[in-house]
């Protein structure tokens, strides 16, 4: 019963290069969520989606990052032209449908630009 | 704004010395309440869920317990393997937003 899988685990990019980050969920698990760790910060939501529909992203930089959840394949996070204030750690979580229920973790991209 | 407020930073205790972690909250209408175990270089562990003040949970060495403006997460003669850094995060009632709102956590070291 494999959990979140997240990858990669970690992450280089030059400043200017795109980002993918990917994530899929646990299996039966329906909803998915970003969220970015800054070092020395905590977790701050990103963005919440659905198959094929972001639901919520208030939490999403305006501009250089978008997330999308297909009908098929996991979901992806893309930062794009990326600036070294984007390193960060981003972890995604997925929960069922329905009620809110504690949501289950990856282990998280490491991203790091240089 | 919803807004968590985790105390202390960190915390060094011996093993088997008892102590509460504290988690002070604002939200418009809470859904719930979650703490997580978040280890180096890992993600977020879910630990318990509280719903309604008054509630209580618990797991091998470790009580949650809910009031109307807080949290405490008990733990009870920690071992070694307890340190992590625990979170706390709510859930506004807000119909369709399931974003969790987290504290900046509390770096827990027990020393054997």
């Known amino acids: 019963n494999a959990g979140v899988m997240q990858n990669p685990r970690h992450l280089v990019r030059r400043r200017g290069q795109e980002a993918r980050l990917r994530c899929s969920p646990m299996?039966?698990?329906?909803?998915v969520y970003w969220y970015r760790q800054l070092p020395e910060e905590g977790l701050k939501f990103m963005v919440y989606?659905?198959?094929?529909?972001?639901?919520?992203e208030s939490g999403m930089p305006k501009e250089r990052f978008s997330a999308e959840f297909p009908k098929e394949g996991p979901s992806i996070l893309r930062i794009q032209q990326v600036v070294r204030g984007d390193s960060a750690a981003y972890f995604c979580?997925?929960?069922?449908?329905?009620?809110?229920?504690?949501?289950?973790f990856g282990s998280g991209t490491r991203l790091t630009v240089v | 704004e919803d807004q968590v407020t985790q105390s202390p930073e960190a915390l060094r205790l011996q093993e088997g010395e008892s102590s509460s972690l504290n988690c002070s909250y604002t939200?418009?209408?809470?859904?719930?309440l979650f703490w997580y175990r978040q280890d180096p270089g890992k993600g977020p562990e879910f630990l318990f869920t509280l719903y309604s003040a008054g509630e209580e949970k618990e797991k091998e060495r470790l009580k949650a317990t809910l009031t109307k403006k807080e949290s405490f997460l008990h733990i009870t003669a920690p071992k070694p393997e307890d340190s992590a850094t625990y979170l706390c995060a709510v859930q506004a009632e807000d119909t369709g937003r399931r974003a969790l709102t987290f504290g900046s956590g509390t770096r827990l070291q027990v020393q054997p």
């Open positions: 299996k039966g698990h329906s909803h």
């Open positions: 979580a997925s929960s069922p449908a329905g009620q809110s229920y504690g949501y289950t």
């Open positions: 939200v418009s209408g809470l859904r719930g």
């Open positions: 989606l659905q198959k094929e529909n972001i639901i919520d």
